[in-house]
């Protein structure tokens, strides 16, 4: 709401930086904005088949190609969304890392999926016991991804991750020059208490279910996509097929959704404070519609100090989609 407010009041594009809304076959099961669409332009939205996965480096270009053509029309970009790897990648860039031969990962997609994560994790601490000290022993996702880069380089991640300079925080020097810099992106953080967020999360997957996100994810199943690419790993996948199998009811999934859903909530708040990109505004409540008019008004006057150097500017509000 937040985001829609600033894009009227000052000619802006939304620009979307959910992995998931990306995606056009879950908007429900994303809780992507819909009749907002018609309100303001709306961008990176829906743009992507479930079974074609995106990584950061191409969200980045997407982005890129998008914060461009706002500022050749003369509008202001608002980038929004929950992924923070995504609105980093545009401050800070990408820590270059190795191709990942297709075979390659597929494999180690499909060990990591038979494989207990904890001996994973402990075949891994074998050849990258920085990395594997970094990941959490039940987090799948990330010991694949650093698997898959030993694999395919022969070179642990954290030699990889070493090669880049990442500047330390706080405080932060000088990053290298990308399109959109501290000096030329306003960072909004949204964090209010997690007592507002997690009844928040409760709310969004009771939404997410009467808009349909069973039938989506019956539709994905039909297609039978392969269980490894980033659409079929959206929170709510697994637990809705386990209704469409038979194996659970859906009050059941219900509850599963929310519970990891509120866990998804918990782990982008680590992340902002431990890796996430310094934010100029944070806002800790849930603002009601009242008061993110009174922000929304501020907002611009901020853009307008800002342009005092003379940039163009763009505005990043993390976490949005959580408080829709």
Request: aromatic residues 4%.
């Amino acid at each position: 709401m937040l985001a829609l407010l600033l894009a009227q009041m000052v000619d802006g594009v939304i620009i979307n930086a959910d992995a998931m809304q990306l995606y056009r076959d879950i908007p429900a099961l994303s809780d992507a904005p819909q009749k907002e669409r018609l309100r303001a332009p709306h961008r990176l939205y829906g743009c992507m088949d479930a079974a074609t996965p995106c990584s950061a480096d191409l969200w980045q270009r997407l982005a890129h190609k998008e914060i461009r053509h706002a500022h050749k029309n003369k509008k202001i970009p608002i980038i929004v969304g929950g992924t923070g790897l995504y609105i980093r990648s545009l401050l800070e860039g990408l820590t270059p890392l190795p191709a990942i031969a297709p075979e390659v990962r597929d494999n180690v997609r499909a060990l990591a999926t038979r494989m207990p994560a904890s001996s994973l994790h402990e075949t891994l601490k074998a050849v990258d016991p920085y990395s594997a000290e970094a990941i959490h022993p039940k987090d799948r996702q990330r010991l694949a991804r650093a698997w898959e880069v030993f694999l395919s380089s022969g070179k642990p991640l954290s030699w990889w991750l070493a090669r880049a300079p990442r500047p330390p925080r706080p405080p932060r020097p000088p990053r290298p020059r990308h399109l959109n810099t501290p000096s030329s992106m306003l960072v909004v953080a949204m964090e209010p208490p997690r007592s507002q967020i997690y009844r928040r999360c409760d709310q969004r997957v009771t939404r997410m279910l009467a808009r349909g996100a069973l039938q989506e994810v019956e539709g994905l199943h039909r297609r039978n996509i392969s269980p490894n690419v980033p659409a079929m790993k959206a929170i709510g996948v697994q637990s809705l097929l386990a209704v469409i199998k038979g194996e659970c009811g859906l009050p059941d999934a219900l509850k599963t959704i929310q519970r990891d859903t509120r866990h998804y909530a918990k782990r982008q708040y680590t992340w902002q404070k431990t890796q996430g990109p310094r934010a100029h505004i944070v806002l800790r409540c849930v603002p009601d519609y009242a008061n993110l008019a009174q922000i929304a008004l501020w907002l611009p006057n901020a853009i307008r100090h800002m342009n005092r150097c003379g940039q163009q500017k763009s505005v990043s509000i993390y976490r949005q989609n959580l408080l829709q």
